[in-house]
């Protein structure tokens, strides 16, 4: 770049329109290069939101900053050379750092033949200052651009939907009387996404999917793991990656077709026109970012509200989802899953968005703060009548507050239908009366042309003849366990009590249940029973296999507890956080088979492969060199069974184990989780706030609120003659579509 600025000469031999085309194309692909920076930041796993323009994006970022000034004094030359101060490229470059202005960067000292008129406003709107309607009282250097032989790096005027009042939030829609929905917020025309992986042969993820979704309208989108519901949903939103791409058909936002709209264009209109709650939302918060911040960089960046005003609206926000605003002074790692759930649900209707798609938004959270947050988000929709996408594998949550189902399979929209229809008359797809009567199933109901597992009276044949049997051996002791968390802040010390004299037993053969809202201390007794915690007072034994004296967990020798962490293996409650995301499933499987068993080469990826065909991944050979990224959320979290299963424990730590599991998958685990314990005799510690899983399953439950047991005793009697107001709660909250239709008729 150097020689160029050095020697203008160096550009003399084109003639000047030669020259201003290529210039002008130069800048625009410095445009480009940011926009694709920035929205890739903005793209799927994880990185949502503002994060986005770290790590990855936040080196495309300054690559494409170097082309943008790398042409920006190319062009300053050529201008100088020719005497075109005025002319058609130094506006092109104006309209470039517009959209770069348009996301409040402030890079912009770096670039030549900018001038301060362009940085005075970092709005959210300069990007609108060139072409029809400029504002160029503002921006005086502006000439209007009427040569149609110029290319414009413009989509277009913004819509009159996008037009902010006052501190920028949207307003209702209107839905004209006598009509249940209003104007259309997505389209999606045929369209059909491939996977075309440079190894490996092409999927068709998403087969000639039409679906409309409109004002004040919530549709739900269900479908087993890796039927294309995520993969829709990206498309959707335009969030589609490589090697993914859209192979065919039409995606509008509204009015607007923005299929291949560039990216410029798009990023002014997420947040405030469409938004979302991905599926791994809980890990798309910066850590090292407090939540306040999250909040307010979301909310200036798109309207023109004062940092003291954004903070009152994140306050409001998460009061609405039920968090106390003392916690935006916090950052995301001391929130429980549950709660960083529930501030990403907070930030996608921060907005006021005309659409919002919600991927699994309430997977990680017990069943009361899903149904008051999905009751919120209905509550707002009726206000703000913004349309609504909820994916999810809890067909009772989608029938529970959807009006209208759309049913995936194999990457096709087999069948949409209203809620109502499918209750009263059924579904008519096969794959439909599958789904609807596996959860029928789990609540006693019975759906034509389903045929049931047998799980149910299984459960409760086992149960009863593990009573009636000799007593299970201990396996592990917890004998009045508390946990004290210390938090300090300066000469400020707080404590939170996560766990409080707890006492229970886990015997070979039985399963118990840990029952509780997100919070309430499940996950802190699983860590201090799997050593990750130590307790702070009380003491948790575990007794070998040998017959010998029981151990103290907090003082166990080295060999001791080798032996041990390969007789209590561990499901974890997230996905994504559990594989490494760099090695294939074969490896991953492959290190317990080697450490625990000895299994080594062919055998061991034999046996790998026995594993993932008994958590229902099958043909094993599909899976086996796959690296996580390329499983869905569900597809994951079997493998994670599979990784558990490898070692043969006495003891099983089950921490959410079909949460993310859709629900014809679901029974399916419960009967291989049920299977190992009948077979062989294995102990489960099942922490669930799916109180119809732990009917089917477990023989003890134990309900937990606040660190403290609320009541504990068989399984049978705790949920079906509950004593405690708590557990009734619980109860309550359980999605039933069927009693709630009957008690309307």
Known sequence: MGSVLNDPSALSGENAHAKRSRLTKDARDGVGHVDRALGEGLADDGAQGLDGLGDDGGLALNSALGDMSDAGARAQVAESDEGYADSHGGRHLAGASNVLADDGRREFDDLPNVGPEFVDGLGPAPVDNIGPGADYERYPDLVPIDSPDIPVPILGAPSPARIQADLGLGHAAEIPAGQKFGAPVLRLEDLYV???????????????????????????????????????????????????????????????????????????????????????????????????????????????????????????????????????NNFPHELSGGMRQRVNLALALSLNPRFVLFDEPTTGLDVVVQKSILDEIRKLQAQQKFGAILISHDLGTILDFCDTEAIMYNGELVETIDTGTMLRNGPSHVYSKHLLGS?????????????????????????????????????????????????????????????????????????????????????????????????????ILYYPDDGSAPWDLAKMSKSQRRAYLN??????????????????????????????????GQAALDESAEL???????????????????????????????????????????DEPIASLDVSIRAEILELLQSLVLS??????????????????????????????????????????????????????????????????
């Open 194 to 328: 491939r996977y075309e992986p440079k190894l490996g042969q092409p999927v068709e993820a998403v087969k000639h999917v039409s679906l409309t979704v409109r004002e004040g309208e919530f549709v739900g989108l269900v479908g087993e793991s890796g039927s294309g519901k995520t993969t829709l949903a990206q498309a959707a939103l335009r969030l589609l990656r490589k090697p993914g791409r859209v192979a065919g058909g039409r995606i509008w936002w509204g009015d607007q077709d923005v299929t291949e709209a560039p990216e410029s264009a798009l990023r002014r209109e997420r947040w405030t026109e469409v938004s979302t709650v991905f599926q791994s939302s809980m890990n798309c918060l910066n850590p090292v970012v407090k939540i306040r911040k999250v909040f307010e960089d979301v909310i200036t960046a798109h309207t023109d509200m004062s940092p003291a005003q954004a903070d009152a609206r994140a306050a409001e926000l998460l009061e609405m989802v039920e968090i106390d605003p003392s916690f935006l």
């Open 439 to 539: 959860y029928g199933e789990l609540l006693g109901e019975t759906v034509e042309g389903h045929e049931a597992s047998g799980l149910v009276e299984n459960s409760h044949a086992a149960a009863a003849a593990r009573r009636e049997a000799e007593k299970g051996k201990p396996i592990v002791e917890v004998r009045h366990v508390s946990k004290r968390f210390e938090k300090r802040r300066g000469f400020k010390t707080t404590f939170v009590d996560a766990a409080k004299d707890i006492s229970f037993d886990l015997r070979q053969g039985e399963v118990t249940a840990l029952v509780g809202q997100s919070g309430s201390g499940k996950s802190t007794m699983a860590r201090m029973i799997m050593t990750m915690e130590k307790p702070t007072t009380g003491e």
């Open 567 to 600: 007789a209590v293996q561990y499901v974890f409650q997230d996905p994504y956080a559990a594989l490494n995301p760099a090695l294939p499933i074969a490896y991953q499987l492959s290190r317990p088979l080697a450490n625990y068993r000895g299994l080594k």
């Open 612 to 654: 993932l065909r008994s958590v229902g991944l099958t043909p094993p050979e599909r899976y086996l060199m796959r690296v996580p990224y390329e499983l869905s959320g569900g597809q994951r979290q079997r493998v994670v069974i599979a990784r558990a299963l490898a070692a043969q424990p006495r003891l099983l730590i089950a």
């Open 680 to 745: 062989h005799g294995v102990g489960m510690l099942y922490i669930t706030h799916d109180l119809l899983s732990a009917q089917m399953l477990a023989d003890h439950a134990i309900v937990l609120n606040h660190g403290e047991v609320i009541e504990q005793g068989l399984a049978e009697g705790v949920i079906h003659s509950p004593q405690a107001g708590y557990t009734r709660e619980l109860l309550d909250a359980i999605p039933n579509p069927w009693r709630d239709a009957r008690k309307a008729a």
